[in-house]
């Protein structure tokens, strides 16, 4: 999978840019009743949210021009579906992440958590050289635009006790347990 990487903060990302948006059905294995939206840039997939609606996205690309086109996102839908848990990494569309250093670097690491397994922020907070830095991995994890690709519902609390996903607790069971099941 190749990933593009462009440095910005999260009001400036959207300005001049169009973005073409659809829903489709995750029709993965354990994924009952999900749909995601898929939203590309002119460079590849940067937006990837679950049960959400264009809102979300329009909160996440302020100054952004958004242009519903199922057609235009539905191979990379297919494709996600398809290659999902396992094999996202053969991705032939491009990933295209935009946030700040610190957030590309986290993402980055995201990219290399294995199908299946689960780490948590700390870990990830010393593999990028912060191990003070917990929370605020916890804060890029949680800010990452293009889940399940990135897979950012693989990161867990030490305590295991609280469950932090963005898309809901429950959908984050339902992704490890998919997974594992694969």
């Not at 300005?15 to 590309?40: C, P, Q, R, Y």
């Not at 994890?141 to 963005?166: D, E, F, L, M």
Request: with cysteine.
């Amino acid at each position: 999978m190749k990933v593009i990487t462009h440095t910005a903060s999260r009001t400036a990302r959207g300005k001049n840019l169009t973005i073409v948006w659809g829903e489709h059905d995750f029709s993965a294995t354990g994924m009952k009743n999900t749909k995601i939206l898929v939203a590309v840039t002119a460079e590849g997939l940067c937006w990837l949210g679950i049960n959400c609606g264009v809102k979300k996205l329009r909160e996440n690309w302020k100054g952004a021009e958004l242009i519903e086109d199922k057609d235009v996102t539905a191979k990379a839908a297919r494709e996600i579906a398809r290659l999902w848990p396992q094999n996202l990494d053969k991705l032939s569309v491009p990933v295209v992440l935009y946030g700040t250093a610190f957030q590309l670097k986290v993402w980055k690491e995201l990219l290399k958590i294995k199908s299946g397994t689960t780490v948590t922020y700390s870990h990830i907070a010393r593999k990028i050289g912060k191990p003070a830095a917990v929370r605020a991995v916890g804060s890029a994890v949680g800010k990452n635009t293009v889940s399940i690709v990135v897979p950012c519902h693989r990161v867990v609390n030490k305590a295991s006790g609280k469950i932090n996903y963005g898309w809901g607790p429950t959908l984050k069971i339902a992704l490890l347990e998919g997974e594992k099941a694969a």
